[in-house]
């Protein structure tokens, strides 16, 4: 296989309200034990990619808290390496904080690869995707660039102000479109792009002359019409979060055995930073039906679909319905929550009925106490 390197692009990644408010939404917890990167950069590592770099818009402090030296995340430890790409010059400026700046700042990155490949995804869309064929697609269409998508049935609610693609019956792809949910269907650019490095850093050169606000996003709309850009499609499970409550109702998704196992795939591990936490207790009267619950918790109380987190303690009494409550949370006697999302170290202490809905989770931020 050609020698490939990845690049994480964290400036396409939406925001998902007061839970990414002080970290990333790659480094938000997911599932009670991982964090959203934990997936873009394991598929990266099964597909034998081990040089990665992460372009980083902000929050900083809370990917290298997780990150710690990267070796968790790597197969090859000895020649695999794990890099931070941060814009300080534009770090704090909306408007030029974006991937092709970023690239720019940090060139230096690109130039020392050997790679002649790069391969781009985001932390927003979860799946587990094996690179590799779709790397062999690429260098078979003879294009330099190669978008993947997954057709979905139902973009009038799903993938809103993601892109579209549209293309002609070779694959070569005519035109880039937001999704502003007016189509019943259409083909999702999952923002994983599969692209020659020295494309790669004409487009930057090119979009860096065009204006300072383009994005790679922008800059592979306005070529398309005459660059050859190949579409590859994607039927793996995807899911992708823009908000607080597709956070909450695709995380719950996923206590469903048949979509847990089209996400955690055999032979696919899913890399994490570990924690030497004990075994989860469960008290005499405690009752869990359908849910995740992570090493460290104590569980007196009753959880019904719901992802608890780690060294998170639930009193005997409680009940925890269609809510995620995050690592180091307390939930005290006789408490109802339902769909609720509980930040770090929170504390429900006073507040005997919390209760949210589908589309507004009531949230509780880190370590307030209620």
């Not at 998902?16 to 590592?45: C, E, H, Q, V, W």
């Not at 260098?139 to 892109?163: E, V, W």
């Not at 693609?165 to 269907?185: A, P, W, Y």
């Not at 994607?234 to 998704?253: A, G, M, P, R, T």
Request: aromatic share 10%; glycine share 6%; charged share 20%.
């Amino acid at each position: 296989m050609e020698k490939v390197i990845g690049l994480l692009n964290l400036h396409c990644d939406r925001d998902l309200g007061a839970l990414t408010a002080k970290r990333s939404i790659a480094s938000t917890s997911f599932l009670g034990r991982y964090a959203f990167l934990d997936f873009p950069l394991s598929n990266f590592a099964n597909s034998d990619i081990d040089v990665v770099g992460i372009l980083v818009r902000d929050s900083l402090r809370s990917l290298i808290r997780h990150l710690g030296s990267g070796h968790s995340f790597m197969d090859n430890t000895k020649l695999g390496s794990i890099t931070m790409l941060y814009d300080e010059p534009y770090a704090h400026n909306l408007g030029y904080n974006n991937d092709i700046n970023n690239l720019l700042e940090n060139k230096w990155f690109l130039d020392n690869s050997s790679a002649t490949t790069v391969v781009i995804a985001p932390s927003s869309m979860i799946c587990s995707i094996d690179y590799r064929p779709y790397i062999e697609k690429h260098l078979q269409s003879g294009s330099r660039i190669s978008m993947i998508y997954a057709p979905n049935q139902d973009t009038k609610n799903h993938f809103i102000d993601c892109d579209l693609l549209s293309f002609d019956s070779t694959g070569r792809v005519q035109s880039i479109t937001r999704n502003r949910g007016n189509t019943e269907k259409g083909d999702v650019f999952l923002n994983m792009i599969i692209i020659e490095k020295e494309m790669l850093n004409s487009l930057i050169q090119y979009a860096s002359k065009t204006s300072s606000f383009f994005t790679l996003r922008d800059t592979l709309a306005y070529v398309c019409k005459e660059i050859k850009i190949f579409s590859i499609p994607c039927d793996n499970l995807v899911y992708y979060f823009d908000s607080l409550s597709s956070y909450l109702n695709q995380s719950l998704d996923l206590l469903n055995p048949q979509n847990f196992n089209k996400l955690f795939v055999p032979h696919w591990p899913i890399y994490t930073k570990t924690y030497d936490t004990p075994p989860v207790i469960y008290g005499d009267k405690s009752e869990v039906k359908n849910s995740f619950i992570a090493n460290g918790a104590h569980i007196e109380g009753k959880v019904i679909n719901s992802i608890i987190g780690r060294d998170v303690y639930i009193k005997e009494g409680a009940e925890i319905r269609n809510s995620i409550i995050f690592s180091n949370g307390i939930v005290s006697e006789n408490t109802f929550l339902d769909h609720v999302i509980c930040d770090k170290e929170a504390q429900i202490l006073y507040s005997k009925k919390l209760v949210g809905k589908e589309d507004e989770p009531f949230f509780i931020r880190r370590e307030n106490i209620v």
